[in-house]
């Protein structure tokens, strides 16, 4: 499928940092992004965007940050084709703490946001707009929010100045029909905005999910290398670029970058389809139980495990 | 997604056994179908049949063959809701060999073929309809026959008594658009017909295709425990039946026999999401070179298989 204005967003440090707390090597992170440039992605986020005083340096690597300072060590300048992204939480970076645009190679803050805190992000990624950034606003575990909600997030986000807005499936629970469902009400409600997506693979539908997205009119897409990512990952970036087929973009750098440094991460972290994962998203949970449950003695006692879920549901 | 119609097929042993020559333990084989019959799964099917003289025992364990005293020492006389399937290859099996349903366990062969084979194939299922069987036919390869000769497969079908036709993702190359319209041929040409779904993972789209195959109207779908099948897999069944939520299906039986009997196998047989099987899916190749390249040494060596796959494209 080649559609001109798809872009592609590797989160492959970002989103799989929450597996190590961005422990990652300069080495492996530099080579992230130089295969990232070849490959002709057009956004890479590199991290989180957060104020030194929100979490503590010794136990989370510098892409919990991303401090000016440590972005240009990988990209100098980023002289380069490929912008950079970061992802800011609501009230985990100070708004004095931005810097303007014309003194940093970050282009686009992301804002990832529930809700009931839509005016928060909105009101932030004006504020970064008005810095000189462009800005999305992505909207999590909409699988939980109710239809009333949506619209008014929906209405709200149609009168900002906000260009992109993200469907998010937080919990890796949308099927084929949700997806419609949903891209029908954001292309509806924001016909003049971008539509993006974000996907996480539980039930084996990350790459299925951002199909049928495409399909429905999304242009911004998010994958990561090998899929890597918070418990079951993401929608890997190597399918993504098989199946757009736009020439632009050049599989061998991802292929390389994912036998040389992320495929061998797969010794230390566990990312993937995995069970525990595939129950939370079939029902439609937070994976939070299922990543304690991973972390713990009894990983692979699976009926436990659902029992405990389904038992949950029930009280 | 409650369809009263639909019916599932298990083929734990018969998929899982091409990665393993069918060598699995009496114990394993005996727990998959005491878990399927307590998981309300509709059939299981158990390997393929074929006549002693086509392969050797020495090499091959018994659900290669599938004769009867050994299906007997598994289940007995079956006497359970669930029925039991049998694979059968043209050529494969003599029609002499072939007891009739009163002195057999078996109640369904599954009649896979290549479009070219479709004579031989209905010949076979209205054989074994005749001795009393269910039969379906199943089509393989479908993502490299044209349009020209699949509408010669499905008159011939039509024109047929056999009851079920299937739709067979080979190379785990269909998208869901491919799917769409697939469907939309084979429910025209075979209105009156069952139509069921087989897919492979190695595209991570077996689930996907096969929740698309069910809004189009497929009612017998094929899966396996954990995805166990031929290089990336099948639709794994405790997906399937997460989806489904029929009430008739217990999906803790299935997480059992998986923690206990499947999950252990990884540590010998590799199956699942592995880059030389998402090459040749996204390539629509038969997956016979990358199972190659990954019983060599240089299975991690993605990029050089990459410009292997692709360079012979070229010539």
Known sequence: MFKKNIKVLDCTIRDGGLMNKWQFSKELVKNVYDSCVAAGVDYMEIGYISSEDQFPRTEFGPWKFCAENDLREIMGE????????????????KFDD????????????????????????IELAHHVMDKGYEATINLMAVSKVSDRAL???????????????????????????????????????????QIGFHGHNN??????????????????????????????????????????????YDMVPVLRCIQDYIKPLQKDISWGYFIPYMITGSQNDHPRSAMAWM?????????????????????
């Open 203 to 248: 039930t084996q539908l990350a790459f299925a999910n951002t199909i049928e997205c495409i399909r429905k009119g999304a242009s911004m897409l998010d994958a990561t290398m090998l899929g890597i990512g918070r418990g079951a990952g993401n929608c890997p970036l190597e399918l993504l670029l098989s199946f757009l087929k736009n020439p632009k």
């Open 78 to 93: 980023n002289n380069t084709n490929m912008k950079i992204s970061v992802m800011a939480d609501i009230g985990r970076i």
């Open 295 to 315: 972390a713990s003695e009894n990983r692979d006692d699976y009926v436990s495990y659902y029992e405990s879920v389904v038992k949950n549901k029930e009280v």
């Open 151 to 193: 619209e008014q997030v929906l209405a709200d986000v149609a009168e900002s100045r906000i260009g992109t807005f993200y469907l998010v499936d937080s919990f890796g629970s949308l099927y084929s029909e949700d997806i419609h469902s949903l891209m029908d009400k954001y292309i509806a409600a924001l016909p003049d905005k």
């Open 98 to 121: 931005i810097r303007p645009k014309s003194e940093s190679v970050v282009d686009l803050f992301r804002v990832a946001c529930y809700d009931y805190q839509i005016d928060k992000a």
